[in-house]
């Protein structure tokens, strides 16, 4: 990235190093730039140091290696109360023995801000979670999803410009998720604010996101909006962690214009988008997505080329039917189709052919 | 809305489920009644009877033979003047005559020991008043009160008449006044005991004092290694915890004399402070055998019980406690002393009192290197128990010792709850 983008960025990581022990790196060579008003996510397995960057930023942790700059400052040095970063815990970190008011208060106070204005403002960010009503209610006394809107507007109360949540809804049931995220994404939109998002729940990350940041043993492995990383990976590794995936091993046969023709282990042929592949000859492994398989023929592209397929089961998933199938050895071969009116019934046992649109496999690197 | 609820069958909720519950309860009872009968005999029983000890002391009227067990009556004659005399009838020939009547009772039945410390115990000196007394009493021709005088004038004394009285009663608030500094005057009515007898209720604070003291002391030094325990890493804390239980593994008697070899005037400290040239050898700091000593020594030895309180709760209380306040923009003094501390509070309430009470209770450290002015009310206690044998008084301090300690107990219950107490 060029040195002008760096320093418009609000928050910027420049060849950051982190090591806990001496022996081993959790963080290798971090760069990432976040703009003002960005929601980015850390996607990542875990241990693959998404917290570890998240307490570098917060000043819990120091940098071994290379600069953090907030709003073009450097913050190495500066300890964590000046930052003024807000930030939601995975489990809330709510003071337990304080009411939800006084949680509140707090940052308010600790800033010398008068009552008056204090009061306003907790009023304010707890009618912004809809929680106005419970402000002398203790943390222990509220449910999991209440405690973390609390968390959240304890975050979001002295106007920091920049959030930081590690996983804050890691604690709650899938729809109270679900509807947390609409809600986090709707303040964010509202107010304007920057937000480092820390997940490894990646439906989270790609609904949420502006960017996301995909980590890998302490390395950003692609960072790219939602549907980049979706549709284009840029190795594997992101193909895999990134929804459903079929992996096929083989060689590059031909590498022309941008398209490459596959040779799998079987001997088939198949058609591919060079990914990280530079070479004829070279191994590679091609991921297609399970909902971009194709088995018309009407269907497909001219001179795109369809390969031998047995359907070993179908399974009715309501909104969709799922079918597994034997393709060039591999027996977990995965294609969905829309559950339609006019959808083909495939039967275990049958013999398909199936193929894909060229820019829809793509070629990346053997793991 | 208030409608009785009741099962499938029609039975009453609260009855069907006292019911079902009655048969565990009854079984859960039956396990646990070996410990209660031991609890009963070992603690409720002999804290009882002590308890009636300090309010019931019958030495005076009853003679119990230490051999034997026997009791036999004694000073009965008197004890009818007594009851047919209202308090403040001054004693005519009949009583004397009664009183020699049974000092000549108590030289047969060899009683006047019994009798004797009774009185002795309001009254210093009349044991042997009581026992020449007995040994003349034979041969005393009446009128009894002259001649009784005229052996020995003590005899006449209101304040004698007065306690012998009161100790007819047997059962008696005058432990609990001598406990407290007080005493009858010769018309019953309570006055100060006189000053060089006053010495209970200036032990008790003195108790109390250096009690809050230790434990103040033991909260400062604890804090921080409960700190360290609770925050290193494992491998670390258990070493530190090994530190801090050794104590325990360790006879008390050899810690507290490991304690005056180390402090006393000819000890290692001073002995290196002299040799560093710092103190002079006329400047010899008396650190043993006086209240230093025992606030030393006794701090010393009841740490473990508050750093393990503490530990336990600082043990559960996240780092992210902290991290949230100070990111939340508070400085780490601040983030302390408004987040971390007061989640300490059950921890530092519940070490606090338990040092507090053992402090209280302690014996054995303060005789040993307590010197006359580092001495607790448990000294005194002992004292009475094995010197002077006055039971009923040595109960009346224990008892309002624990009555102390029970206030306290009510007292932070009230402050801070019970429930907030937090030991392991
Ligand atoms: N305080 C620490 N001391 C030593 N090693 C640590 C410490 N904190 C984290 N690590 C190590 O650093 C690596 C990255 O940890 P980190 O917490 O950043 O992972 P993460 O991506 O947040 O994982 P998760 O999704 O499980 O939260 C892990 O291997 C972990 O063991
Ligand atoms: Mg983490």
Redesign the pocket.
Known sequence: MADGAQSDAFVAFEHVQKS??GVSL??KDLNLSIAKGEFLT?L????????????MLAGF?TATHGEIRLAGRPINQVPPHKRGIGMVF?NYALFPHMTVGENLAFPLEVRGMGKDERESRIKRALDMVQMGAFAHRRPAQLSGGQQQRIALARALVFDPELVLM??PLGALDKQLREHMQFEIKHLHERLGITVVY?T?DQGEALTMSDRIAV?ND?KIQQLAPPADLYERPDNSFVAQFIGENNKLPGTIEELSGGKALVRLATGEVIDATPVNVTAKGQATLVSVRPERVEFKPEMMPQGAHMIDAEVLEVIYMGDILRARLKVAGTEDFVMKMRNTLGQTRLDAGQKIKVGWHPQDARALDPV | MAEMLTTADGIPLKAALARAQSRARRKALFLVLPLLIFTLLSFVLPIGAMMARSVHNPEFVASTDRGTGAVTPIMQNLKGWFDANPLGTEPDEAAYAALVADLAHLQETKASGSAGTRINYDLPGTLSLFKSGARGAGKLEPPFKESLLADDARWGDPKLWQAMRAATAGVTADFYLAALDRTRAADGSIVQAEENRQIYIKLFLRTFGLSALITFVCLLLAFPVAHLLATLPMAKSNLLMILVLLPFWTSLLVRTSAWMVLLQEQGVLNDSLVGLGLITEDQRLAMMYNTTGTIIAMTHILLPFMILPLYSVMRTIKPSYVRAARSLGATSWTAFRRVYLPQTLPGIGAGGLLVFILAVGYYITPALVGGASGRLISNMIADHMNDTLNWSLAAALSAILLAAVLILYWLYDRLVGIDKLKLG
């Open positions: 806990y022990d959790v963080v850390m990542g397995p875990s241990g693959s140091g998404k917290t570890t960057c998240l307490m942790e995975q590690d996983e820390v490894h980590f302490g």
